[in-house]
């Protein structure tokens, strides 16, 4: 498992998960799931808006990319405590959640 040690770690990770390529933008977001596992590592993702960043990935247009990010944000909610959720929702994690659901 990866350990985050750093700020620059999770910059790399949330940069990865912007990046234009599908494969590249599934892999941030998977990273991102095995990475949330760590409790300390939840404050800086939440510090480099992770969440912002993700949250739009639910609608990509590559079904992986998709499902890596709402598993990375699911992960996120299990293993953060309950301001984790209340940070999701202050980031407008709802809108692009319903737009998937809606699809």
């Known amino acids: 498992m990866l350990r985050v040690k750093s700020v620059s770690v999770i910059y790399k990770l949330v940069t990865t998960m912007q990046a234009a390529s599908t494969e590249e933008r599934a892999c941030g977001c998977k990273i991102l799931a095995s990475v949330v596992s760590q409790p300390s590592s939840i404050g800086l993702l939440l510090n480099q808006n992770a969440v912002k960043i993700a949250?739009?990935?639910f609608l990509d247009p590559c079904l992986d990319v998709r499902k890596s990010a709402l598993?990375?944000?699911?992960?996120m909610s299990v293993y953060g405590q309950e301001d984790v959720c209340d940070v999701m929702v202050n980031q407008d994690i709802l809108t692009p959640l319903v737009?998937?659901?809606n699809e």
Not at 71 to 75: E, H, L, M, P, S
Request: charged share 10%; glycine share 10%.
């Open 99 to 101: 737009a998937v659901i």
């Open 55 to 57: 949250a739009p990935l």
């Open 71 to 75: 598993g990375a944000i699911r992960n």
